[in-house]
């Protein structure tokens, strides 16, 4: 058996953290078993469903690069309506499910009396029984479907997250298939796609949960096996809250991309949030793939840890390639207006700071003064621009402008260093210090010599004599 995973999204706004990492694991779960991973768009609400939103969610998932084997044949369930009804019919002629011509009246009675009896809502009015005499069918009322949910009896699945859950059907109600305009249900929509997609696993968050029963009882009605289902926790706050943007949480996938977050940071993360094998914090998806089993998922909900996530993202930095991570940093200074030049190049000014940022618009912070001078903060220049700097800084350059072009590199330059110190009856901090306030126009940068030997010669002593 091909293990086939999906990722089914309702596109009715963002793309949530907590789908990305609920596609994360239903990708991971098929690529470990040689499967195939599955993107279907669940666009039959069509008052909330926009085009917009699928674009958001493909972008989403292309960012952090989690791609559906069916890339080019999505399955959108507004393509599939012909496809519902014939399942509707078939079930209707089998005798899984029947007309039902109630009222709205007739429903808020049941469903105030049910409240009140703590009962399903649906008192099977229409449902045919043997033996049984239905009510006349009201003129000019059309009929919504109903599915004959068993009376009798427990749905009972082994949750590959949660373990055991029994649903007794008595708690089930004869739920609507297809409403009286025809269109069919989410439920039943939800049945039928993973049927004809052939999905062999439902991972899902477990909002879903109480929405399983009812699925499996279709299933059964249509006379296939169901899936098997793994509901996944909750992603919550730092609060202990059910994240959500009123709360001010960082929600979106594309908010994350904003803070400057590395997409495989994202995927690490969200890996590790709700799954561990054993102490392994920072790993490769490849690593994720090899090690990941449902088994190893938490039951119970995880906490987001933006400092954690900080830190991972720290790490992907250090391990990416200069070259690669130089695309992802030129548009975060074109931003703040600056172009960087051919030299110093990008990768090799990343090689150097690389180390000192946890996320990308930082790290284009820590690049920026190699290409233009930084304002000094009036706290640094207070700290360490005193009377003497100007004229002490000018004889440096001078030192600067003697060194030969060959010597011009971080040892070269650091050669320098101690004499004009012993010259000038100084310790070191009285040059680096002011060097770094002259050349960069910051006081928090790597070491002085590496700096200036990036910057080049003839920019330096622009800068220092300008
Ligand atoms: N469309 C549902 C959602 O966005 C997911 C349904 C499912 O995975 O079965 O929550």
């Known amino acids: 058996m091909t293990v086939k995973t999906r990722f089914a999204p309702s596109p009715t706004g963002y793309l949530h953290i907590g789908g990305v990492r609920t596609a994360l694991y239903s990708w991971a779960f098929a690529k470990h078993h040689g499967g195939e991973f599955l993107l279907r768009i669940e666009d039959t609400d069509l008052e909330r469903s926009t085009a917009e939103s699928v674009q958001i969610i493909l972008d989403g998932m292309k ?6 084997d069916n890339e080019h044949r999505i399955v959108y369930q507004t393509q599939n309506f012909p496809r519902y009804k014939e ?8 005798g899984h499910a029947y007309h039902c011509y109630c009222s709205k009246e007739e429903l808020a009675a049941m469903r105030e009396k049910a409240e009140r009896e703590g009962t399903a809502t649906y008192d099977r009015r229409w449902r045919p029984e043997p033996g049984k005499t239905l009510p006349e069918i009201p003129a000019g009322r059309e009929p919504v479907v109903r599915f004959k949910t068993p009376i009798d009896g427990v749905t009972i699945w082994n949750d590959l997250v949660k373990g055991e859950i029994s649903i007794p059907n008595s708690a089930l109600d004869d739920l609507i298939i297809a409403r009286a305009d025809g269109t069919p249900t989410y439920n039943f929509c939800v049945v039928a796609d993973d049927f004809d997609m052939g ?3 439902v991972i899902r968050g477990d909002d879903h949960v109480n929405n399983t029963p ?12 169901p899936p098997q289902y793994a509901h996944l926790p909750m992603i919550l706050n730092e609060q202990g809250r059910k994240i959500s943007k009123r709360s001010g949480d960082t929600v979106a996938i594309t908010e994350f991309d904003s803070l400057g977050i590395l997409p495989e940071a994202m995927l690490n993360y969200l890996a590790r949030l709700g799954w561990a094998h054993g102490d392994d914090e920072f790993f490769t998806m490849r690593q994720f793939v090899e090690w990941f089993d449902l088994k190893d998922v938490s039951s119970s909900a995880s906490r987001m840890d933006m400092k954690k996530l900080y830190w991972i993202n720290g790490e992907h930095i250090k391990a990416a390639d200069n070259a690669a991570l130089a695309e992802l940093v030129r548009p975060r200074l074109e931003q703040q207006g600056i172009v960087p030049a051919e030299r110093p190049a990008l990768a090799d ?4 700071v690389k180390d000192r940022a946890q996320d990308l618009n930082a790290l284009a912070d820590e690049c920026a003064y190699f290409y233009r001078k930084a304002v000094p903060a009036e706290a640094d220049v207070a700290k360490h621009w005193d009377d003497e700097a100007p004229a002490r800084m000018q004889r440096f350059a001078a030192k600067l402008e003697a060194l030969p072009e060959g010597d011009w590199t971080a040892e070269g330059i650091h050669a320098l260093f ?4 012993d010259e000038e009856g100084i310790k070191m901090g009285k040059l680096g210090m002011p060097l770094r306030l002259a050349v960069c126009g910051t006081a928090k940068t790597p070491s ?7 910057i080049g010669k003839e920019e330096v002593l622009r800068r220092m004599r300008g």
């Open 63 to 68: 960012w952090v690069g989690l791609d559906a």
């Open 87 to 94: 399942l509707i019919q078939k079930l209707l002629a089998d």
């Open 199 to 201: 999905i062999t696993h």
């Open 214 to 225: 009812k699925q499996i009882n279709i299933f059964k009605a249509l006379g296939v096996n």
């Open 349 to 352: 000014v990343l090689a150097l």
């Open 418 to 421: 101690k004499p004009f110190c």
């Open 448 to 454: 002085v010599d590496a700096v200036l030997a990036l």
